[in-house]
């Protein structure tokens, strides 16, 4: 089972894009999820996070713009990013902890990336 990050592209500052983040094959639940990129010449950073009960934390860099959350029933997260900026630019990676369905945790399982990119 891999994590998969989904949603990104190619998008004008001030605009919207929603990573989606899911496992290859059917999991019994996903658990604490978090969001991380890597711009440039950078090195990955954490951008948010969501815990099993629900706690979030944001960066100061993206809180008021972005949200992160998770869906039980589809057993995936999302990352809905707002008023974009050129300085979000990167390949953005989601974390999670999750369960198979044979109820056997997994920790700190990363998905491949995808890009972002801000930019007029």
């Known amino acids: 089972v891999q994590l998969q990050a989904s949603g990104g592209g190619l998008v004008q500052p001030g605009g919207s894009l929603r990573l989606s983040c899911a496992a290859s094959?059917?999991?019994?639940?996903?658990?604490?999820v978090g969001w991380y990129r890597q711009a440039p010449w950078k090195q990955r950073e954490s951008v948010a996070s969501?815990?099993?009960?629900?706690?979030?934390y944001y960066s100061d860099s993206v809180k008021g713009r972005f949200t992160i959350s998770k869906d039980a029933s589809s057993k995936k997260a999302y990352l809905q990013m707002n008023n974009l900026k050129p300085e979000d630019t990167g390949v953005y990676y989601c974390?999670?902890?999750?369960?198979?369905?044979?109820?056997?945790?997994?920790?700190?399982?990363w998905g491949q990336g995808t890009l972002v990119t801000v930019s007029s």
């Open positions: 969501i815990g099993s009960s629900g706690n979030v």
């Open positions: 094959e059917n999991i019994f639940s996903i658990n604490a």
């Open positions: 974390n999670a902890d999750w369960t198979s369905l044979s109820y056997a945790r997994h920790f700190d399982s």
